[in-house]
Structure formats: structure tokens, C-alpha cells
């Protein structure tokens, strides 16, 4: 019997979400030099698929020496190095070295292994291994292990497998590692899969890719815990199949607490498919495979929770999406880390031990009684409340905002005044939010005799008490009162309480002046605007992008020189009409989502690129902002945002505008999402001029690319993305694009394909 979302620690929830300035994000994108020839795509000659692009076959290598240079030394600790160091006495010993060591491999001839490795050490050849050794090394010792446990032939050739693995490993090919330590696992020997973890570690900080005595990295970016399928991983270097050996390990000695250490530690995360595969690795132990997998979904929770932004994120994402199942899930895994068995969870500070070693965010109540209020799951909202008092937790009055806004926003207003009741009852004082709260849900509901009663009672007590109520939480309630009394067209009223907020305080800001602004446009009243306007200088309030987003979209309905007088009003308020504030504007204009919004930001974007401002013209920053707001939702017909996404297109390629990659995914990701053959040759297109053009490929394109040709079930295409990943020498795989490179690997092995997989 409960709420939706107040403040809890992070931004109040405040219903005039149109009023909030809009920024634009700015990314600097590097760039890179690409210098390998692409591989062509194979040709498909089914008539119900679309044709496969044909790939250039070669690249000028005349452009591409300075590159190589460069690329060279920054792929120096994963890949070979530099044979110029080598005499020819080494070359020949290499050379005559490598075959032997794969037979010898092949034929588990301990012997030969033995020496030939000791060879390849005494003569300094280890460091001229490139990613093919490696790999050959890696999968030579997870099939000797398969033949013969190295256990059972002695010490010593269990040093020299060790030493190959962990070699390999540490430039990622890691089958040989993986198959020692599950091989010290089944013969019951999880110390030393965890002395193997422990040197895999130390491998990582010798090449320089992990730093300090821990694996705790910048604990940036990514959720850390279980992969969602639809997201790229975290860039950790350690490998998540190692990682869930060491879990392994420690599920094997009942040391929850050491694995979950471990885990958040590594700063990685495990994707789900690894979390299968090890359940048939582990077939010899069906209770330890059970363990395992328990293991794994509380290390995913407990992991999120120890992110507090990530969570944030996280819950901000699933609410979007309406995703009420996963929302439970995550919930009832969290509750559940506070009881028995293993409790991990801390819900106060006070509870953190060597066991508790997980603090519950402090947002974490409000957070999800938003959330599943704003998808009208009332009894899961019961159900928080009543584990909130069993876990002897006492609402707050960020909780109790959460209530009252949330059943407000769902116009269940009797629930609201249900919430405010009890509140009072229970002693809990309500804050400046509440009341906002409240007030809010009475507009919403359409009581606006009631809602403005509410606030004047609010108002005599705030001019009673002075300047001690926090002044943002108060401004929220007049901006709040205002907007729902123009709404209700009920000027007159509105009018006043500005007027007593300019006498008495508190004093307007940009979004009360911007609530007056938005309602006179709506309504067409451009003399209203005016004086609107005319006030603010006086007020010592600065207007922002949304007053002059506001500003031309409602005189354009009267006046084609709009724009005109939209830049003088913007230099006389000091903002130079450059191409990062008429940026802005578009952006301002794109995210109301409505038709009239799209043609101001259209026909403010023609004028930019016919020259009318001067200098202020579109950059990639102006293209990428309009590609991603038209991609964005369905809010504009299929059609048109694909008409306008190729003449933007079109238009940066004439101008001689080179997109960005965060251009190039927003095409690539709305090309694979369309369902029509032309989908998949844009997408192929984007991506070989991508390609030409030497924009740096980060894990995130690779991501899109092959995530989007998955789908589609064009293994063909995607096994060529992922030659090309290994082409391009990409080091940087998370866990979540290694799953998706195994997919690939795997379909195409079954269909005859002859494809190693590069991981």
C-alpha cells in the first residue's frame, strides 16, 4: 500500500522534466589507422535475402606506414615483438623449434615437450611468440589434459604445461589455463586452480595490462555482474572463463565470502553463456555445478550493488523498458543477500563485517518503489514495504516521497492521501518534496481547487519559517503549482504567485520563467513571450537552451524571419549563436518528439548548412545529435526517419564532415534493427566506409556489428567481422563480444566452416 520515487540522495523526481535545460553530450572520438585489407564477404544466392556487399580487397599501404608504426607499439604486450632483435642462429632455432613442439603436443610426447620447451626458453623465443603460437600453445595443453590428466605423469611435466598456459594466457588465449584448473578442481585440488589464478594474475601485471597487488581496476563504466546479452562488458584484462575457475574453486571449499572478494575485485564481468558451458564442464560434480551456478547469480547482484551509478543506471534502464520480471528479480536476489544462507548484504553501515561486505545504496528503497510504481506493480510496491520493516529498516522521508509521487503520477490519488496520512501518523515530518508531492498528485488527478489549497497552505508555512526550508525543494513546489495552473489555464492565479514569489521569495529561476514561456507558445501569445522575456535581465536570470528552443518554436508559426530574431535575443543575453548553441536547439527541439518539433529542427539545420549564421554551421556533433534523436523510439514514421537518415548522411559526405564512430554506430545499430534486405546492406556499407575511412573501431562498434548480423542469422557476414577483429589485432574484448564471437565460431564449425575463433 505504497508510493513511486522522492529524493533519495540522487535528483528529486520532479514532473516538469520539459522545463530542465538540455545539454549536449560531447565525446572526443581518437582515430586510428587501420592497415589491413578487408575481407571480402561471401556471396549469398538465396532469392529471399538480401545480397551480400563485396569488401575491397586491399587498402593503399602507402598511407598506412606511420599507422602500422604506432599501432605496433601500442599492441606490443599482447602481440609478438619485433623480430629485427633476432640473429640468424635464433630464426633457425625458432623456426626448427615450432613444428616439433606441435607434434609433440599432438602426441602428448612428454619428453619432446620437455625439451623443446626448455629450448624455446634458453634461447629467449618466448617474446617472439605471436597470437597463432599462442593459440596453438593454449589448445595443445587443453588436449594433452584431455588425453592424460598431467597429474598422472609427473611434477615436472605439470611445471611445463603450466608454464605454456599461463604464457598464453596472458595474451588471452586461455583453453590451457581453463583446462588445468578444471583439472585440479576434479581431482579435488582447488588451492592450486587458485595458485593458477594467482599467477595468471601476476602474468597480467608483467605485461603492464593490470596494475597494483589487486585486480580492482577503475571500477568505471559497465555494470559488473552477470552480462545482460544486450550490453557490452567491461574492458578488464582478466578473462571471465579464468575468473569463473577461481569461482569455481572456492564454491568447491564453501568460501562464498573469498569468491565474492575475488570477484569484485576483478572488476570483469561473467556472461551468462560461460555460466552454461561450465555447467557441462562440470558434469563429474552435479552439486558442485549447482553451487556454481547460485555462486554466479549472487556475485551478479552483489556486484551491481557495490556500483551504486551502475545500479542507478541499471534501474533507470529496466523501468524504461517496462521490464517488471527482471525488476523483481533483481529486487528479490538483493533482499535475499541480506538473509541466509551466505548473508553478503549490509543494510546499514553499522552491519558491515568481514562477511557483510556489500552496503545497500541508500537510494535503493525510493529507487524501486519508483520503479515498480511507474510500471503499476502495487504489490511488489506492499511487498518492499514489508520486507523494509522485517529487515528493521525505517522509512524515511525519501521513501515516503517515493509513495506520494509515484501513486500520484498513476492518478491514484487516494492511495496518495492514504500515504500522506500515514506519514503524519507515523511521525515522519513531511520535507519541501513532499509537499510538491502532494500538490502534484491534486493537478494530476484534476484537482486544481485542491491543489492550489494545498499549496497556499504550504506557502504560509514556508514564509512563517523563513529562509530555513531547503530552497531548491521549495523552488520545485512553486514551479510545480505554476505549471499545473497553466495548465489548467488557470493564468490569473498563476500570475500571482509570481508576483509574490518576486516580492517575498522565493525567488524565480530559468524554469519558472520557462513554465510562463512554454505555456504563452503553446497558446500563440507572442506578446506574453515578450514580456516574459523583458523580465529576465532584470531578475538577474540567464536565459538557457530551452528558453530560446522554446523562443523559435513558437514564432516560426508567425514570423519566417523566427530565427533572425531568436539569434539577436540570444547575443543580447550573451550567447554566441555558434554551431554548439544551435546545436543545442535542435537537440531541444528533437527530444519533445512531436512533428512540429522535428520541422523546427529540420529547417533550422537547412539554414545552418545554406550559411545564414556565418560560421555557426553543422559540424559531426550537429549530424550525430539529429541521427540519434530520429533513431531513437518510433516517435517518427519508418519511412521518414529513413529518408532523413540517409540525406544526413548524404549531406556530411558532401560537406567533407567525417562521422564520428559514435555517428557510425547510431547508423549501423538502426540499419541491423531494420527488418527489410536494405537494413543489412546499409549496415554492410556503413561499416566498409568505416572501415576506408580509418575511424578508430572501438569494442562498441564491433559490438553492433556482430551483435545485429547475429540476430539476423548472417553467420556468413559475421564470421568475417570476427577475421576481421583478429586482423585489426583487437585486444580489448569484453565478455559480453566474446560470447558473440564463440556463437559465431561455433555456428560455423557446424555448418563445415573452417573459422578459428579469435579470442
Known amino acids: 500500500m505504497l508510493l513511486r520515487t522522492a529524493s533519495h540522495g540522487i535528483a528529486p523526481a520532479i514532473t516538469l522534466d520539459f522545463l530542465i535545460p538540455r545539454t549536449i553530450l560531447h565525446q572526443t572520438l581518437s582515430r586510428g589507422e587501420i592497415i589491413n585489407p578487408l575481407r571480402t564477404f561471401p556471396r549469398r544466392h538465396q532469392s529471399n535475402q538480401a545480397s551480400s556487399l563485396r569488401l575491397p580487397s586491399s ?33 633457425d632455432a625458432y623456426n626448427n623449434i615450432m613444428p616439433k613442439l606441435r607434434a609433440a603436443l599432438n602426441y602428448n610426447d612428454v619428453g619432446k615437450i620437455r625439451k623443446l620447451w626448455a629450448m624455446l626458453k634458453s634461447s629467449n623465443s618466448l617474446a617472439f611468440f605471436g597470437h597463432h603460437h599462442h593459440e596453438m600453445c593454449a589448445r595443445g595443453v587443453a588436449n594433452f589434459c584431455k588425453r ?44 592450486d586452480a587458485l595458485a593458477l589464478y594467482g599467477e595468471y594474475l601476476g602474468k597480467l601485471r ?43 574453486a572456492h564454491a568447491q571449499r564453501d568460501s562464498f565470502y573469498d569468491a565474492l572478494q575475488l570477484y569484485l575485485k576483478a572488476d570483469t564481468r561473467i556472461a551468462p553463456s560461460t555460466v552454461e558451458e561450465f555447467a557441462h564442464l562440470l558434469h563429474f560434480d552435479r552439486a558442485l555445478s549447482v553451487k556454481v551456478n547460485l555462486y554466479a547469480r549472487r ?137 510538491r508531492a502532494l500538490i502534484s498528485a491534486y493537478f494530476t488527478a484534476g484537482k486544481v481547487d485542491e491543489a492550489l489549497a494545498r499549496f497556499q497552505a504550504f506557502e504560509r508555512d514556508y514564509l512563517k519559517r523563513g529562509s530555513s526550508m531547503d530552497n531548491s525543494g521549495v523552488l520545485s513546489v512553486y514551479n510545480t503549482t505554476l505549471n499545473g495552473l497553466l495548465m489548467a489555464s488557470r493564468v490569473d492565479d498563476a500570475l500571482e504567485i509570481k508576483k509574490r514569489m518576486e516580492t517575498s521569495g522565493p525567488k524565480p529561476d530559468i524554469i519558472t520563467y520557462n513554465t510562463f514561456l512554454r505555456y504563452y507558445g503553446r497558446k500563440g501569445e507572442l506578446k506574453s513571450m515578450a514580456k516574459i522575456l523583458q523580465e529576465l535581465e532584470p531578475a538577474g536570470v540567464k536565459a538557457d537552451v530551452y528558453t530560446f528552443s522554446t523562443l523559435l518554436a513558437s514564432m516560426l508559426r508567425v514570423r519566417a524571419d523566427a530565427d533572425k530574431i531568436v539569434v539577436n535575443f540570444m547575443k543580447k543575453q550573451g550567447v554566441e549563436p555558434d554551431t554548439t548553441a544551435l546545436t543545442a536547439i535542435i537537440d531541444n527541439q528533437l527530444q519533445e518528439r512531436t512533428p512540429q518539433g522535428f520541422k523546427v529542427a529540420m529547417d533550422l539545420l537547412s539554414k545552418m548548412e545554406r550559411g545564414d549564421y556565418g560560421d555557426a554551421t553543422p559540424n559531426a556533433i550537429t549530424y550525430t545529435s539529429v541521427l540519434t534523436a530520429i533513431n531513437r523510439g518510433d516517435w517518427l514514421g519508418k519511412q521518414i526517419v529513413e529518408e532523413y537518415s540517409q540525406r544526413l548522411w548524404e549531406t556530411m559526405r558532401k560537406r567533407g564532415i567525417q562521422p564520428t564512430r559514435t555517428t557510425y554506430n547510431v547508423l549501423l ?91
Request: net charge negative; hydrophobic share 40%.
Open 59 to 91: 587498402l593503399n599501404r602507402s598511407n598506412t606506414t606511420s599507422g602500422l608504426s604506432q599501432l605496433t607499439q601500442e599492441l606490443d604486450v599482447f602481440d609478438e615483438q619485433s623480430l629485427a632483435g633476432l640473429t640468424h642462429a635464433q630464426i
Open 148 to 191: 592424460t590428466p598431467p597429474r598422472q605423469l609427473g611434477e615436472d611435466i605439470e611445471l611445463v604445461l603450466c608454464e605454456m598456459a599461463l604464457h598464453s594466457a596472458a595474451v588471452g588465449a586461455t583453453e590451457g589455463l581453463k583446462a588445468l584448473m578444471l583439472c585440479a578442481i576434479k581431482d579435488k585440488r582447488p588451492d
Open 206 to 248: 608483467e605485461k603492464g595490462v593490470l596494475r597494483g597487488d589487486d585486480p580492482e581496476g577503475s571500477q568505471q563504466g559497465s555494470p559488473v555482474g552477470l552480462a545482460e546479452e544486450d550490453e557490452p562488458a567491461s574492458l578488464s584484462p582478466i578473462r571471465d572463463e579464468v575468473l569463473l575457475c577461481a569461482i569455481v
Open 299 to 435: 556475485l551478479s547482484t552483489a556486484s551491481l550493488l557495490a556500483r551504486p551509478p551502475t545500479l542507478m543506471k541499471h534501474l533507470s534502464n529496466l523501468t524504461r523498458d517496462s521490464a517488471t520480471t527482471s525488476l523483481e528479480k533483481l529486487y528479490s536476489a538483493t533482499v535475499a543477500g541480506a538473509g541466509e544462507p551466505d548473508p553478503w548484504l549490509a543494510i546499514t553501515p553499522e552491519q558491515l563485517s568481514e562477511t557483510r561486505v556489500v552496503l545497500l545504496p541508500d537510494f535503493f528503497w525510493p529507487s524501486f518503489i519508483k520503479s515498480f510504481l511507474a510500471c503499476r506493480k502495487t504489490d511488489l510496491v506492499e511487498r518492499l514495504w514489508d520486507d523494509m520493516l522485517k529487515l528493521g529498516v525505517k522509512p524515511g522521508v525519501a521513501a515516503w516521497n517515493a509513495l506520494l509521487d509515484g501513486y500520484g503520477h498513476i492518478r491514484m490519488l487516494n492511495s496518495t492521501l492514504e500515504v500522506w496520512e500515514l506519514m503524519r501518523k507515523q511521525g515522519v515530518k513531511p520535507d519541501a518534496l513532499s509537499h
Open 669 to 759: 545499430r538502426a540499419s541491423l534493427e531494420n527488418k527489410e534486405p536494405e537494413g543489412l546492406e546499409n549496415a554492410l556499407r556503413y561499416y566498409r566506409d568505416m572501415i576506408n575511412s580509418r575511424v578508430h573501431m572501438g569494442t562498441d562498434t564491433w559490438y553492433i556489428m556482430l551483435k545485429g548480423l547475429v540476430d539476423k542469422k548472417r553467420w556468413e557476414e559475421a564470421k568475417v567481422v570476427v577475421e576481421d577483429m583478429r586482423k585489426y589485432k583487437v585486444n580489448k574484448i569484453s565478455s559480453s563480444l566474446r560470447t558473440l564471437m564463440d556463437r559465431v565460431s561455433r555456428q560455423n564449425r557446424s555448418r563445415g566452416a573452417q573459422t578459428e575463433a579469435y579470442l
